[in-house]
Each structure stands twice: as structure tokens, then as C-alpha cells.
């Protein structure tokens, strides 16, 4: 019996799929996660990044991760050892044009050298007055050659590879060629060698000449304006993520200068933006502090939230995002603070999924699917669920729950709506732990 009713649904299934399948819904992102139960340094991933050899490495904050697709190897720092990680607090991974893993700590640069399974440790000269600010490493660029544009907390540093010699740019007060504020949080590089540099005061950036640091005003306040991540599309537009949402600006073309700023009606709000990342697919990607992470749909300009769900293990680890990475399988990974890494298979296309999205009106009772039935020709669908009733938009996901209500003889007499069938004159008949009541098609609940 119990194979037979597995056999009909899978059949519904599969008939619901086909009918639906013109307006349905993206395929939902199921992930999988990886954290400290399956080995990892920490809890808290700050970079992610694949190495030629197709090792994953994790920055976290308690030293650097490698996994190789079924065990993970930790580095720490050891004091007093040679050549060992120089801090654990791991929060870039960079990996230059010679296949070489560059790492930003908080204790200054590190090289990993493969064959000895050791680091090389790199600092700027620079006076002990002004602190060890710039040993903390925020981001990391590669320059197009074989050097590095690397954001700290004290000021903007380039590294040549070569001659293993910095240059560094720091905030003079009174001086409109130096930085808006020494902490450098973000860096990207445009197809003309302009580097645009995000710090704590704002968007700035540098030409190809280095002449002098420009500032890019912007209408927000002290408290939203701050830049924490930058992006450059493949249309040459720069995102832009500040404290205070997200714009884009128009860096060519005839709408070059515009800087439309994206908000609650393109799916999202002011929120802190942690992380930008363009695929190799041209896939646009958002990572926010509180609030999970985005999906930009071009064709929409708007963008699809994936947040953590306490009833759905296959959802976001964790709301706050500080990594994003896609390897060259389609693996997409999303580094958390509290929940270690996301993993989703991008390539295999996957299933759309419509889940109960927290207390929203128009979402699914609760999650226990146990009868499914297409509605006509409308594109819906009738679900039944361990608590009620649900009648399913699956292009949108928004649901009309009917749930037994003792004050409404009218109203759905019992659940769960275990099985579900419409006859002729177009009733719909619900199988439930006691009857088996019918819905009208025109009049409603009977």
C-alpha cells in the first residue's frame, strides 16, 4: 500500500512539474553545509577561495582551512615556530595570475608555499608611532602584473611580487589627494586600471598613474556612507556596498555618471552590504550582515532573497554573509560568521522549492506536504499540509491558507488534508483524520 501511494505522488509530482513549469518559480538554492563538526578551523568564514589543484581554502578566525572534497587540514600560527601562519584571524584569500595563494591577516601578508606546506611573512616598513593597523588586511587585488592593491586599517598598500617592496597611501588631514579615511575595507579594478577604493569615509579611487586619490561624494549620511564592498561588472558598472545599501555606478557608456541606488521595491532594503562576487557565469551576488544573501535577476534589475530558515536544514546556514565564491564546478560557496560554509550545486540546475518563509501571511502553513493536487488551468496548486490547507501561487510561492475555524461551520472541518480530488461539477474533495469534506468550486468552503 504504502509504495502505491508513493508511486501516485510521485506521478502528481511529475504531472504538477509539467503543468507549472512555464510560470514556476527559480530553482530553489539547497544547500549543504561544512563547519566545525566536519573539521573545520572555526565557526566564522571570512574568505573563500580554489586553488589550481582544485583545493578549497577557508579563512576563518582561527586560522586557514583546506578541504579537499572529504577531509579538511587546518594551519594555524604556533608561536616561536618558523614559517608558520603568522595570525590566525584569516580574513583574505587571494590567488594571483601564477597560481599562487596570497593571504591577508591580521598579522600581515602571507605567501603558502605548496611544497613545504609553510608561509613567508610580508609588512611595510613603516614607523612603529603609527601602530599595527597595517598589518590588519581587509582586501586584496591583483594590479593586471605582479603586484597587489592591499586595503588595511591603516591606509592603502601596493605590493610588488617581484621585488617584495610596498608603497603606501594614507589619510592626511587637509590633504584632498590622500585617502578620506585610512581604513580601507574594499577593492575592485576597472578595465582602465582604475583601482576604486572603499574605506571607512566613503568611495575614492586611484588612476593608473597613481596621481593622486579622487573622492566620489555620495548624498548619505556619516552612518550609512561607509564602503565595505566593491564589485566590477562585466559591463564595466561598479557596485558599490555600503553600510547603507547598495547603488551602482555607470562608469561608461551614455549612462556614465548615473548612480541609481537600489531599494525595498527591487527586493532589498538599507541594509549593511558585506560582500559583492560576479561568477564566471556573470551571476551577481550579495552578501549582507543581517539579512542573508541576494541573487541579482538582470533581466528584473531586482534581486531574490536566500535566508536562513529554522525549519529548513537545506537553507542558509547563517543571515550574516562575509564570503562568497563559485569553484569551477558550480559549486557555490557562502562563507557565514556563525554556521561555517553553504554550499550549493549551481551546475545541476536543481528543483524549485516553496517553503513556509517564517510568520509571512501568504506563506505555506508548515512544511509537511502530504497531498498535492493541480487547480485547472489557473498554474496553482492545492497543497495539503500537516495543519491545513494551502492554496499555492508556485510562480511566486504566495499561499491562502484555510485552516478549521469553530466560529465558521463553512470553514475546513479537520487536518490533515492527507489526500486531495476534484469531480465533475469541479468540488474539490479533502480525505482528513475524520471525513471527508468538499470545497465548492464557486461557493466556497461547504
Same mark, same amino acid.
Given at each position: 500500500m504504502k509504495t502505491l501511494i508513493r508511486l501516485f505522488a510521485s506521478m502528481l509530482l511529475l504531472a504538477l512539474s509539467a503543468a507549472a513549469l512555464a510560470a514556476g518559480p527559480r530553482p530553489t538554492l539547497r544547500f549543504e553545509h561544512l563547519s566545525v563538526g566536519d573539521g573545520m578551523a572555526q565557526e566564522s568564514v571570512l574568505a573563500v577561495v580554489q586553488d589550481r589543484d582544485g583545493f578549497m581554502w577557508f579563512g576563518t578566525q582561527s586560522g586557514l582551512s583546506r578541504f579537499d572534497g572529504y577531509r579538511v587540514i587546518n594551519y594555524r600560527a604556533v608561536p616561536g615556530k618558523p614559517r608558520a601562519l603568522s595570525n590566525n584571524w584569516v580574513r583574505v584569500l587571494h590567488l594571483d595570475r601564477h597560481g599562487r595563494l596570497w593571504l591577508g591577516t591580521d598579522g600581515g601578508l602571507n605567501l603558502f608555499d605548496p611544497i613545504t606546506q609553510s608561509f613567508t611573512q610580508f609588512t611595510p616598513e613603516e614607523t612603529s608611532r603609527r601602530g599595527n593597523g597595517n598589518r590588519h588586511i581587509n582586501a586584496i587585488v591583483g594590479d593586471g602584473e605582479d603586484g597587489l592593491w592591499i586595503g588595511t586599517n591603516d591606509g592603502l598598500q601596493h605590493f610588488d611580487t617581484v621585488l617584495r617592496r610596498f608603497t603606501t597611501w594614507h589619510h592626511a588631514r587637509g590633504d584632498e589627494r590622500s585617502l578620506s579615511d585610512d581604513n580601507v575595507n574594499a577593492l575592485a579594478m576597472d578595465a582602465t586600471g582604475r583601482? %576604486? =577604493? &572603499?574605506?571607512?569615509? &566613503?568611495?575614492?579611487?586611484?588612476?593608473?598613474?597613481?596621481? #593622486? =586619490?579622487?573622492?566620489?561624494?555620495?548624498?548619505?549620511?556619516? #552612518? !550609512?556612507?561607509?564602503?565595505?564592498?566593491?564589485?566590477?561588472?562585466?559591463? !564595466?558598472?561598479? %557596485? +558599490?556596498? #555600503?553600510?547603507? &545599501?547598495?547603488?551602482?555606478?555607470?562608469?561608461? $557608456?551614455?549612462?556614465? $555618471?548615473? +548612480?541609481?541606488?537600489? $531599494?525595498?521595491?527591487?527586493?532589498?532594503? !538599507?541594509? %549593511?552590504?558585506?560582500?559583492?562576487?560576479?561568477?564566471?557565469?556573470?551571476? =551577481?551576488? +550579495?552578501?549582507?550582515?543581517?539579512? $542573508?544573501?541576494?541573487? %541579482?535577476r538582470g533581466r528584473e534589475d531586482t534581486f531574490d532573497s536566500h535566508r536562513h530558515a529554522v525549519t529548513d536544514r537545506h537553507s542558509l546556514g547563517d543571515n550574516q554573509v562575509s564570503a562568497l565564491y563559485r569553484d569551477r564546478l558550480g559549486t557555490f560557496w557562502v562563507g557565514t560568521w556563525y554556521a561555517g560554509v553553504s554550499r550549493v550545486d549551481l551546475g545541476s540546475g536543481g528543483f524549485a522549492r516553496i517553503v513556509r518563509r517564517g510568520e509571512a501571511s501568504d506563506t505555506l502553513a508548515d512544511n509537511k506536504a502530504r497531498g498535492l493536487l493541480a487547480d485547472g488551468d489557473s498554474g496553482k496548486i492545492w497543497v495539503g499540509t500537516g495543519t491545513a490547507l494551502n492554496h499555492v501561487d508556485p510562480a511566486t510561492g504566495k499561499t491562502t491558507v484555510y485552516r478549521h475555524d469553530p466560529n465558521n461551520p463553512n470553514s475546513i472541518i479537520d487536518v490533515p488534508a492527507a489526500a486531495l480530488a476534484r469531480d465533475r461539477q469541479g468540488r474539490l474533495w479533502i480525505r482528513s483524520r475524520t471525513r471527508v469534506p468538499a470545497l465548492g468550486a464557486a461557493t466556497g468552503p461547504l
Open positions: 583601482l %576604486w =577604493i &572603499g574605506t571607512g569615509g &566613503g568611495l575614492d579611487s586611484l588612476g593608473p598613474k597613481r596621481e #593622486r =586619490i579622487e573622492h566620489h561624494a555620495s548624498p548619505l549620511g556619516p #552612518r !550609512q556612507n561607509p564602503v565595505h564592498a566593491l564589485m566590477v561588472d562585466g559591463e !564595466q558598472r561598479l %557596485w +558599490v556596498g #555600503r553600510l547603507g &545599501g547598495l547603488e551602482r555606478h555607470a562608469l561608461r $557608456g551614455p549612462e556614465a $555618471g548615473a +548612480v541609481p541606488r537600489f $531599494g525595498p521595491a527591487d527586493g532589498i532594503g !538599507q541594509w %549593511w552590504i558585506t560582500a559583492l562576487y560576479r561568477d564566471a557565469a556573470g551571476e =551577481i551576488w +550579495v552578501g549582507t550582515h543581517d539579512d $542573508g544573501l541576494l541573487r %541579482w
